[in-house]
């Protein structure tokens, strides 16, 4: 196939106000990006378990 026919892979990254930057991935990396997205996701889910535990943690505090 030739140079810009597919499959491609794009990776989406928020910039914040509705803003996204798109970056293409090269064959070669792809299994690496999306290591990388995973990782990134689990430690998202790490941090909402500790923002609530946080949060359980006021709210014990403040009815004392």
Known sequence: ???GHG??????????????RQI????ELKAGVE????RFAEIQSWLKQIAQINE???LERKRR
């Open 35 to 38: 290591a990388g997205i995973r």
């Open 7 to 20: 499959p491609i892979w794009i990776l989406s990254v928020s910039q914040g106000n509705r803003r996204f």
């Open 56 to 58: 359980d943690i006021l």
């Open 24 to 27: 293409p991935v090269p064959k």
């Open 1 to 3: 196939k030739g140079k």
